[in-house]
């Protein structure tokens, strides 16, 4: 038999609630310790106790992270999904089960591992009776990592990490995993192909979730203000702020320079948040989708008043309450349209667990220099699960508070301020906020219509022009979002765009494509809205280009569409959401599906389409001529339309 | 819009602070004539003034609906946000972390927080925010002209809504049965009472609720509403009269003290309110009590009128969070970035 090694995919199969998450992170742990590319994704139910629930790892010596849809390895602990589990172990494959589930095994195709689970904890005189069946979790990853070859120093470690240091649990636990170990090593005969040999290939990296990295890099941006309310799969970000507040913002005396305020509901988180920002805070909230459309009223109301603040929209799959523990990509129309009347919202989109720590930090000197909501989008599936990671990078430029006026501004300016006027043209007025002592200083905020001194009025041309003004804000704000991630290949035929947690997938399927099916792709990974000008470029420079997403309808390439009128028949939707992370296994067949062999590069066509306005003319030029540029930040640009 | 600062030997309409009346003025009201809105505004300005309290010091709030407008008539020198339907209470919260030494003055109505806003209503109240929580209380919605409110009373008949066939919400009945701290009632008909207790709930530290009774006099002004000036001036029982005593006055009114009919608290900053009693014997300061006058005045039809419930032992939000002194919107990059070594340490810790 040929081995494989380090490319395989392994799940387990618990019942929710019975502690298996330690055993699972362990694994995930040990191997990423071992110097292996590996990837964990929880799938579970939306439910305490009791029910279904699965953790998938997969192993990739290529560095390849996106869930896969075959698992070589499974582990089956729980009794109501065994027959499930059983029939899903790939042919070839190996399974291990806990012996005190007695069901037929009618597969001869595959490796089968009886483990008496309950037998080797009950004989382990260190685990008391009420720890037996979390600790009996333990005695899988000690039978995987004997048959497997996972390195039991580097459970140990990974334990030590797990209970932070404290001996006794990591004792107890250890005991399980070597009682594991030593039982497979004298009772199970290798009879499966996979293997996990060390590599070099996480060195220097961390491991982290989404939604931890989000919390930390809101710190360092300062953050002082956080008002939610607990739904899944948003709560562990707003935990991860008191987790490590007290930490990074420790003081001599004692006291705090920051607040999180657990709120009656989302109404309430978010109208705290914008409150908060209103008088000159660093303000947060972090919820999902139901949270979101709860948080609609205000949204517009801090649009409108011109308010900053920071909303973090971990997305789960809706309509409705939909499945709160499974991931989508499916609010982002709603976000960018939020709010009845003419609304236009600032997005950052997050490409894994890296950016959201740099988007945390970012989303409020963009709010504060915009004065406006910016709404941060990840998903459950970034969040929550834990991915590879580069460290967490300082942030490159101090804070950016925007255009704020305090009392020797006003000193200076001897009192002449309005404020909503547009003095530098770009469409950002200035701002006091409360407890500024200048007689001069104050204003009334209102979510009615207002001049530029922030009267009342319902004067035509007073609406009318501030609306226009809030217009070219938004117009504004595309040199201060980031833009997009590019990344090309020589020889490319066809554009990709994603945005999100799907990079892992597209990047698998562009080596599917390239190496089984002979198609070169440029990806274009989109990281804001409104658009940089970086994103017409890259339209102007493909015949067909794919967006690729998690939802039904295709909601990215609904705004691309907008966006770019004179592009749309290039654009090719490959969305998809069933709830699950995203796979290349979908991604490859969306692409090849609408996939036209025939037509060749664009460079000729595409300086026909785009003569429309000299916007579209200079971003294809650009594209032909040179490299557009890839990570710069985005320079003033000339798009302002008309 | 700002006076010149007073000269020595200024004339006496200048405060303590400085300022004279006009500097505690808003924008000419657009209320109708004769609304109760614009004489409890202009209590506002009074008592303000006679507090020589520093606008700056002061943030108005508001949610939707007429009452929530009239924080233009007042204080423009102060910062205000006049927010979405009842929501008033989580902006409040929000923005006054900002700043600490400020202190709200929020103004409310009926609907806007017995209505849309009850949740966050009760949950100011549970968070003791610092601030002047003012009910204008018509039992009737103006702005849309004149549909019911969940504090008019029931059998009431209003034009094109028939009669309410609900028992009313009793605004100091919520507030106290959600912990407020402070809970006062009065009639706008009663000017000087509702200057008194103004005065007395913005020296509370913590949420200080006014329900003021401010009767509509377009549409609910028939002489039998419960939210009527006839109504309200023939059936209002005051618990007691109230007299706000600055920290910085020495002058106690002697007299009135050997009365011994006379109770005094204390509030947070060393003034006094006294409350001669008039024939109850009151003690504001017994939650039991409180809830007792209340529902006996409903049952009885009395508009109790004056301090229902004070409490000045409970923390405000600032020592409840443990906030630093310096107000958090003047902490600068070097109180809120933490060091390059901390993100060391965090990557350190990501396994």
Redesign the interface.
């Known amino acids: 038999m040929n081995k494989i090694v380090n490319d395989f995919s392994i799940i387990v199969g618990t019942k929710n609630g019975s502690g298996s998450s330690t055993a699972n992170n362990t694994i995930l742990r040990a191997i990423f310790k071992m110097g292996v590319p590996v990837s964990g994704k929880n799938l579970f139910p939306s439910n305490i106790q009791g029910l279904p629930t699965w953790y998938t790892i997969r192993v990739s010596k290529d560095g390849f992270t996106a869930r896969r849809e075959v698992n070589e390895i499974v582990i089956a602990m729980n009794p109501d999904s065994f027959v499930r589990d059983l029939a899903s172990v790939a042919p070839g494959g190996a399974f291990f089960y806990a012996d005190d589930i007695k069901l037929p095994i009618n597969r001869t195709d595959i490796a089968v591992y009886p483990m008496p689970v309950k037998k080797i904890v009950r004989e382990d005189p260190n685990v008391p009776a009420d720890f037996r069946e979390l600790v009996g979790n333990m005695v899988y990853v000690g039978v995987l990592a004997q048959m497997i070859g996972i390195d039991i120093e580097k459970i140990q470690a990974a334990l030590e990490f797990h209970f932070k240091g404290k001996q006794k649990p990591i004792a107890m636990n250890m005991g399980a995993v070597r009682a594991g170990a030593e039982w497979a090593k004298a009772n199970l005969e290798k009879k499966d192909p996979f293997y996990i040999e060390p590599m070099d290939k996480t060195h220097g990296m961390i491991m982290a979730d989404g939604n931890t990295a989000a919390a930390i890099g809101s710190i360092f941006g300062g953050l002082q203000f956080a008002a939610w309310y607990p739904i899944t799969p948003a709560s562990s970000l707003a935990e991860a702020l008191n987790d490590y507040f007290p930490m990074l913002r420790k003081r001599e005396d004692g006291k705090h320079t920051y607040a999180v305020v657990q709120a009656e509901d989302e109404l309430a988180a978010v109208g705290m948040a914008i409150g908060a920002g209103w008088s000159g805070l660093r303000a947060m909230t972090s919820t999902s989708g139901p949270g979101l459309s709860l948080m609609t009223e205000f949204a517009g109301l801090a649009y409108f008043a011109e308010v900053p603040v920071v909303i973090w929209d971990v997305q789960r799959i809706g309509p409705s309450t939909g499945l709160p523990t499974r991931t989508s990509q499916g609010d982002l129309t709603f976000v960018n349209f939020m709010g009845h009347g003419d609304t236009q919202a600032v997005i950052l989109l997050p490409g894994g667990v890296y950016e959201c720590f740099e988007f945390g930090w970012k989303a409020f000197d963009i709010a504060e220099r915009l004065q406006t909501p910016v709404f941060v989008l990840s998903d459950l599936d970034m969040g929550m699960n834990q991915w590879m990671s580069k460290p967490f990078q300082y942030p490159d430029k101090p804070m950016d508070r925007g255009k704020i006026l305090w009392e020797k501004d006003l000193e200076e300016l001897k009192g002449n301020w309005a404020r909503y006027l547009d003095k530098d043209g770009d469409g950002i007025p200035y701002r006091t906020v409360p407890g500024n002592q200048h007689p001069m200083s104050a204003y009334f905020t209102r979510g009615t219509g207002h001049d530029e001194h922030a009267r009342y009025s319902e004067e035509a041309h007073v609406w009318y022009n501030n609306m226009e003004r809030l217009k070219r804000k938004y117009e504004t704000a595309r040199q201060y979002v980031p833009a997009p991630d590019l990344r090309e290949t020589k020889g490319a035929t066809i554009g990709i765009i994603g945005y999100g947690s799907t990079e892992a997938a597209i990047t698998e399927t562009m080596h599917q494509l390239e190496t089984e099916h002979g198609i070169k792709a440029d990806f274009l990974r989109i990281r804001a809205l409104p658009f940089t000008k970086e994103v017409g470029e890259f339209l102007a420079k493909h015949e067909q280009i794919f967006v690729v997403e998690m939802n039904r309808d295709g909601q990215m390439n609904q705004l691309l569409t907008i966006e770019y009128p004179q592009f749309a028949t290039r654009l090719k939707s490959v969305a998809y959401g069933d709830g699950m992370p995203a796979s290349a296994r979908w991604v490859r067949e969306g692409i090849l599906a609408k996939y036209e062999a025939k037509k060749a590069p664009a460079k000729a066509k595409a300086k026909a389409t785009a003569r429309r306005t000299s916007v579209r003319k200079a971003a294809v030029k650009s594209s032909v001529k040179k490299k557009s540029s890839v990570k710069s930040p985005a320079k003033k640009t000339s798009s302002r339309k008309k | 819009?700002?006076q010149p600062l007073p000269m020595a030997g200024a004339p006496a309409n200048v405060n303590l602070a400085g300022l004279t009346k006009n500097d505690y003025r808003g924008?000419p009201s657009t209320l109708c004539q004769g609304c109760g809105h614009n004489s409890i505004a202009n209590q506002i300005i009074t008592a303000m003034y006679e507090l020589s309290v520093?606008?700056?010091k002061v943030?108005?709030f508001s949610g939707i609906g007429c009452s929530s407008k009239s924080?233009?008539y007042f204080m423009?020198?102060?910062?205000?946000?006049?927010?979405?339907h009842g929501?008033m209470?989580?902006?409040?919260?929000?923005?006054?972390?900002?700043?600490h030494?400020?202190k709200g003055l929020g103004v409310s109505g009926d609907g806007d927080t017995a209505s849309i806003g009850m949740?966050?209503f009760k949950?100011i109240m549970r968070r003791n925010v610092n601030m002047v929580y003012i009910v204008e209380n018509n039992g009737v919605y103006g702005l849309t002209k004149g549909q019911f409110s969940a504090t008019a009373e029931k059998g009431l008949s209003l034009k094109k809504q028939g009669t309410n066939p609900y028992m009313p919400v009793d605004i100091c009945m919520e507030a106290l049965v959600s912990n407020a701290t402070f809970v006062a009632r009065s009639f706008a008909g009663n000017p000087k009472q509702v200057k008194e207790l103004l005065k007395a709930a913005f020296a509370h530290k913590g949420i200080a609720v006014l329900d003021i009774i401010s009767p509509c006099v377009t549409f609910n002004n028939q002489t039998n509403a419960y939210h009527s000036y006839t109504w309200g001036k023939d059936h209002e029982a005051p618990l007691h009269d109230i007299t706000y005593i600055a920290p910085r006055s020495e002058i106690i009114l002697e007299q009135e003290m050997q009365e011994g009919e006379v109770r005094e608290v204390t509030m947070h900053d060393g003034s006094i309110v006294i409350l001669k009693n008039l024939e109850r014997g009151y003690d504001p300061t017994n939650r039991f009590e409180a809830m007792r006058a209340l529902e006996e005045a409903q049952r009885n039809d009395w508009l109790i009128t004056g301090l229902i419930y004070v409490n000045t032992e409970k923390p405000g939000l600032e020592e409840t969070?443990?906030?630093?002194?310096t107000?958090?919107?003047?902490?600068t990059?070097a109180?809120?970035?933490?060091a390059?070594e901390?993100?060391d340490k965090?990557?350190g810790l990501?396994?």
């Open positions: 819009m700002t924008a520093k606008p700056e943030v108005k924080p233009t423009n020198r102060s910062f205000g946000f006049n927010s979405l929501r209470p989580s902006i409040a919260t929000g923005a006054l972390f900002g700043d030494t400020l949740g966050q949950h969070f443990n906030l630093v002194d107000p958090l919107n003047r902490l990059e109180d809120l970035r933490p390059p901390l993100l965090i990557n990501m396994f």
